[in-house]
């Protein structure tokens, strides 16, 4: 009994110091990002290098979503006969929910492993120790500009996401099953909301923009310097990263359109 005690006392007190290190983490990353504007050309390569890269994945992944949308939408709304409503009906579904999220995830999946990797195999060979010998701040150096680059690069490639895949529920709408091309439109101008969705939809991205990059790093960050320590990093940033991401996504729906 009382080893089984002693068992989830050291787990929770493990789990608060590691909560608190990441805190602190984040609080230095954040004061370290105080010099990136005059040197500004360390996040727009990330942005690139994050951004760009995952482009493909994030268009192909919107156009797909847009043509089951369009797909699905159609077969509910003719039990009811409105068909009429797909294009609004596509266009809520992705602009306040599938687009941030399936944007988040796929970001996890991609630049975020990547970001981990990259951290991680700067420690396990000494390049941030070597910075830390220059005077260099690795987390001025590397992690900031690779963090807010995240954050720049979510509601971009969000937005992507969601205009791709609003062509797609046309293609498959109008082009394909033969929904009025006006009404689609139509529907969709006259429903959808400048803040209150388009808006909130942006403030999810950039939310989850800023979780997963930070995941990502942190990981990488303390990642154990062998090949196994930054496989396990890497996992370790898809699974809670897309937790997060979930977990995150009901708080701020709840919060959002209660």
């Not at 394909?176 to 400048?194: K, P, Y």
């Not at 942006?202 to 942190?218: D, P, T």
Request: aromatic share 8%; charged share 10%; proline share 3%.
């Amino acid at each position: 009994m009382m080893d089984w005690l002693a068992s989830i006392g050291s787990q929770v007190r493990g789990g608060l110091a590691n909560l608190g290190l990441q805190m602190r983490t984040l609080v230095a990353m954040l004061r370290a990002s105080s010099g990136l504007p005059r040197r500004l050309r360390l996040v727009t390569d990330q942005v690139h290098f994050i951004g760009n890269y995952s482009l493909v994945i994030i268009a192909v992944s919107g156009l797909f979503v847009g043509f089951v949308l369009g797909l699905q939408g159609y077969y509910t709304l003719n039990k009811y006969g409105s068909e009429q409503a797909l294009g609004l009906l596509v266009a809520l579904s992705l602009v306040r929910e599938l687009g941030p999220v399936v944007t988040a995830l796929l970001f996890a999946g991609r630049a975020g492993t990547s970001l981990t990797a990259e951290i991680g195999l700067m420690k396990a060979t000494e390049q941030l120790a070597a910075m830390e010998m220059m005077a260099v701040d690795p987390l001025a150096r590397v992690l900031a500009p690779r963090f807010w680059a995240g954050v720049i690069a979510m509601p971009l490639l969000a937005a992507v996401f969601s205009a791709v895949g609003v062509l797609g529920g046309y293609i498959v709408g109008v082009v394909l099953i033969g929904v009025d091309e006006g009404a689609f439109w139509s529907q969709m101008q006259g429903g959808v909301e400048l803040w209150a969705d388009i808006g909130n939809g942006v403030l999810k991205s950039v939310v989850f923009g800023v979780a997963v990059s930070f995941i990502a790093l942190y990981q990488g960050y303390v990642a154990a310097p062998t090949p196994e320590g930054v496989a396990r990093a890497t996992t370790r940033t898809v699974v809670i990263g897309s937790l997060m991401v979930l977990w995150l996504d009901f708080l701020l729906t709840a919060l959002m359109f209660s």
